[in-house]
């Protein structure tokens, strides 16, 4: 074996035991997830019933930034999982993900929506669920939701045509003097979480994601404010978990990448410090001298 293979071999094992670290760890959690899903709500009851209690189960839950991260520092960016946001709570984008990733363990399919203020810029993070009704918006950071007279639930489509129905909905909860969430309504900035240009991916966090976005909306127009947004991308263990898989993959075609170009060298006699072929060829020599 040379000596870059040997070190491929070691990053791989590296990166494997890492993996299998982090499979161990989203199983633990997935137990604890599910311990608390238990003591909130029911499965026996209806979807709506379960977002309802989910949300308004984090109401005490502090709302400062969560600073948690899984594994290691590296993956800091990824922001705390949902067990630590249960732990230490967090901010809209954290209670965000949390609503979802529980309720995708009771089968109930919902996305995170991020809302914009007048100059575009993300400003806050809600959750749409698809419950019994229908669609059904909530807002994990003031304990919201949206119901119609009628029955059933108003969607991010809805709220997004009629911005009255997020304001009517505010002056029926203050009316009532309740605190639903861990946020007051009374702070609620409606002038900066606008759902008219609600989008399921927050596309201003890198210049090259607002350009990405702007070629995205030429190409399909409005759809592009609603790109299908994998549920795995919530919840950072796996989004470690899928990540390392592919850098396997990467290193595994490396390894057999260079083990073919060792090959084809050995083959064609190059290998690097390899000594040279001795040379057979026969030369005519001098006579020998005759003795008198």
Same mark, same amino acid.
């Given at each position: 074996m040379s000596r870059r293979s040997w070190w491929l071999c070691v990053v791989l094992a590296t990166v494997a035991g890492l993996q299998l670290v982090a499979v161990a760890s989203f199983l633990g959690e997935q137990r604890t997830l599910g311990a608390y899903l238990n003591r909130v709500t029911q499965a026996s009851q209806?979807?709506?019933?379960?977002?309802?209690?989910?949300?308004?189960?984090? !109401?005490? !839950?502090?709302?400062? $930034?969560?600073?948690? &991260? +899984?594994?290691?520092?590296?993956? *800091?960016?990824?922001?705390?999982?949902?067990?630590? /946001?249960?732990?230490?709570?967090?901010?809209?984008?954290? *209670?965000?993900?949390?609503?979802?990733?529980?309720?995708h363990l009771r089968g109930i399919h919902a996305t !995170?929506?991020?809302? &914009? =203020?007048?100059? $575009?810029?993300?400003?806050?993070?809600? /959750?749409?669920?698809?419950?019994?009704? $229908?669609?059904m918006v909530l807002d994990p950071l003031f304990g919201i939701w949206f119901p119609k007279q009628e029955g059933g639930y108003f969607g991010i489509r809805e709220l997004r045509q009629d911005p009255n129905i997020l304001l009517e909905r505010l002056k029926e909860l203050r009316a009532e003097k309740?605190?639903?969430?861990?946020?007051?309504?009374? +702070? &609620?900035?409606?002038?900066?979480?606008? &759902?008219?240009?609600?989008?399921?991916? =927050?596309w201003t966090k890198?210049?090259?994601?607002?350009?990405?976005?702007?070629? %995205?909306? #030429?190409?399909?127009?409005e759809r592009a404010y609603a790109l299908h947004r994998p549920g795995f991308v919530e919840e950072p263990a796996l989004? /470690?978990?899928?990540?390392?898989?592919?850098?396997?993959?990467?290193?595994?075609? %490396?390894?057999?990448? %260079?083990? *073919?170009?060792? !090959?084809?060298r050995t083959a064609e006699g #190059?290998?690097?410090g390899s000594t040279k072929t001795r040379d057979t060829r026969s030369f005519p020599t001098a006579p020998l001298a005759r003795s008198s």
């Amino acid at each position: 074996m040379s000596r870059r293979s040997w070190w491929l071999c070691v990053v791989l094992a590296t990166v494997a035991g890492l993996q299998l670290v982090a499979v161990a760890s989203f199983l633990g959690e997935q137990r604890t997830l599910g311990a608390y899903l238990n003591r909130v709500t029911q499965a026996s009851q209806a979807p709506s019933e379960q977002a309802k209690e989910i949300v308004l189960s984090l !109401k005490n !839950k502090p709302d400062e $930034g969560n600073d948690s &991260y +899984f594994l290691l520092p590296i993956f *800091r960016p990824l922001r705390p999982t949902a067990a630590q /946001v249960i732990e230490n709570g967090g901010d809209c984008a954290d *209670r965000s993900r949390l609503v979802i990733t529980l309720l995708h363990l009771r089968g109930i399919h919902a996305t !995170k929506w991020a809302l &914009y =203020n007048a100059n $575009g810029e993300s400003k806050h993070a809600v /959750v749409e669920a698809d419950v019994e009704s $229908g669609k059904m918006v909530l807002d994990p950071l003031f304990g919201i939701w949206f119901p119609k007279q009628e029955g059933g639930y108003f969607g991010i489509r809805e709220l997004r045509q009629d911005p009255n129905i997020l304001l009517e909905r505010l002056k029926e909860l203050r009316a009532e003097k309740v605190r639903p969430g861990a946020d007051r309504l009374e +702070f &609620y900035p409606a002038n900066d979480y606008i &759902y008219t240009n609600a989008r399921t991916i =927050n596309w201003t966090k890198t210049a090259t994601m607002r350009d990405a976005f702007s070629i %995205l909306h #030429r190409m399909i127009g409005e759809r592009a404010y609603a790109l299908h947004r994998p549920g795995f991308v919530e919840e950072p263990a796996l989004m /470690v978990i899928y990540g390392l898989a592919v850098l396997e993959v990467f290193l595994i075609l %490396l390894w057999l990448l %260079l083990r *073919r170009l060792t !090959k084809k060298r050995t083959a064609e006699g #190059r290998l690097p410090g390899s000594t040279k072929t001795r040379d057979t060829r026969s030369f005519p020599t001098a006579p020998l001298a005759r003795s008198s």
